[in-house]
């Protein structure tokens, strides 16, 4: 049995890339990382030192046209700037829901590509690593469960009952996706979340926030280093 | 209110495009059309010339990298020969289910790509033009009212309730398509459906032959000229 996994090169990808190699072995595993437009390339750069780290096949797709005519502050094309907020500031503030970083329907898109190629290489699961903070209040619509269940059942559906989607944190806050991988040995050190690409997170960004917290509320530094103000 | 349209230049599309202009009018409609690694690209040609007629906006996108690992027979790397065979013949004997000329998760690959471009220019709606002879036998499993409901509900849950699929033939037959069409004036004679890419339609492959059964259902001729043995 072979797995596909999206893999963005953040701590939850990650967590899931390590969870699909350690049920299917490395070799039964590919991992699928994708640019979309983003401002910056830090993402693809980490996703490829842990593929190297799990020594999984790795494919990398450039889905930016696309996104062309989205104003997303997560893409370079935006002239938005990444709130530096939580989201639950964002979504109390009222600044949208979903938030100005959602990439529309990226996820829906992201796991249709997926799809697509883990047909063609005889996979029948698709590994995906949305959890439940990221989906509270709306924030990420397509983090949801009730996205994944329909996503689930398409891909199910239009495969022919070939493929599914293996959403195991579904369920899950980042502290405990975090807690699952410092028992699975996740090397976060080479983990990529923060939104900006400077030389370092910048630690203001929503995911640099919640990521910080998740480490936190496991007791335990996160190792990578954030920029000094 | 504002809609996009997956158009492929074929006849359901076509019809498809037919109707969401008489519904919000050409300055409120996008057709999108998608390469993906087709034999040939008449089907482009034909997009060109009737998003040209209905003086719509006319976006295209190419996904071939996405399909570079198929042996999907309708795709230019493979090795495998279209079928000259009707679905149901090649269905009857067990040619394969879904059919060899499915392309993996193709539909459901262009329904998600549909939702990210038709969220960022603001659009409410997807049309889409899948019929039930399609999806007759599991030929093509994305096709299916069970893949479409799912893919919809995706699409709702993953945009936060701002997008969705109208699929009005997703219960019609495709002689229904056509009498729609032919009461919309569609313009069939700039419609490409052949699977081959010759100087006019082989009228041998399933597509030829079921596009030529739904014109003769309704007593009408067939505005194109097939290939002469």
């Given amino acids: 049995m072979r797995a596909l996994v999206l893999f963005s090169g953040g701590v939850d990808s990650s967590t899931c890339l390590a969870l699909a190699v350690q049920k299917f072995a490395k070799e039964n595993v590919t991992a699928l990382s994708i640019s979309y437009g983003q401002k910056h390339i830090k993402e693809i750069e980490a996703s ?3 593929a190297d780290f799990y020594g ?3 494919i990398y797709l450039d889905l930016t046209p696309i996104f062309k005519y989205s104003n997303s502050s997560l893409l370079s094309q935006s002239d938005e700037k990444v709130p530096e907020k939580s989201y639950a500031e964002q979504l109390a503030e009222g600044l949208g829901s979903p938030v100005t970083t959602y ?3 990226r996820n829906g898109l992201f796991l249709a590509s997926a799809a697509s190629i883990a047909l063609s290489k ?3 699961v698709i590994y995906y ?4 903070d990221d989906a509270a209040g709306n924030a990420y619509p397509d983090c949801s469960s009730r996205f994944n269940n329909a996503m689930n059942e398409a891909i199910i559906a239009g495969s022919g009952e070939q493929l599914k989607i293996e959403a195991p944190f579904i369920d899950m806050t980042k502290s ?3 807690a699952e991988g410092i028992k699975l040995g996740v090397p976060y050190e080479y983990t990529w979340s923060c939104y900006e690409g ?3 997170p910048c630690g203001k960004c929503a ?3 919640d990521r910080a917290e998740a480490f936190r509320l496991n007791g335990v530094e996160d190792p990578i280093n954030y920029l000094k103000d």
């Fill in 56 to 58: 999984v096949e790795h």
């Fill in 103 to 105: 990439v529309p329907f």
């Fill in 176 to 178: 405990g996706v975090v």
């Fill in 129 to 132: 690593g949305a959890h439940s």
């Fill in 122 to 124: 005889e996979c029948s």
């Fill in 198 to 200: 400077e030389s370092a």
């Fill in 48 to 50: 490829n030192k842990i």
């Fill in 207 to 209: 995911t640099c926030i």
